[in-house]
Structure formats: structure tokens, C-alpha cells
């Protein structure tokens, strides 16, 4: 189990949030393109749940997944990703 969980959410072009699909998460997660050893520290735990080690910066982790998730057409060009770290007391 890591420390941190993390939510993943698309954004719409009218502001709407909705969680990203466990199997977006898991396709970032498995075929990560980066090579980027930083991101072997993620866990896909579920619709817009990510666990992740102390060590994975959200900055990153969020241009990543948005140009991965842009790549496989998954988001639409007016669409973002918002990525943010859960507080303890939020589901």
C-alpha cells in the first residue's frame, strides 16, 4: 500500500469533473510511455483513485497522464486533468 492517494479527474469544456475510468488510470499505469522510473510508484485503486509513493511528483504525474491520455483519445482537446492529492477524512 502506498502513502498517498490520489485523485485523477477530466475536466470538461463547461468545468464539469468527472473521475477518469480505472481502465484510463490502468493503461497510464502499465504502458507508461515516460520510462520514467518515478512513476513505477502508482497504483490504480479504482475510478479517479491512484495510490502513489511520497516520491511521484503530482506535477508530473499530471502532464504525463494528460499527454498520455490526449495520445489514446481519451481526451477530447478542450478537456484537462486534474490531479490532486486526497486529504485524510475525503473518500
Known sequence: MFVRRISIERVDWAGKRTPCPIKWIDNFAMRNFTNDPVFDDTLPVGDGLLEAG???PLERLQLA???????KGYLKPEDRLVV????AGKP
Open 54 to 56: 511520497l516520491r511521484v
Open 65 to 71: 497522464m494528460e499527454d498520455w491520455f490526449r495520445r
Open 84 to 87: 490532486e492529492e486526497l486529504t
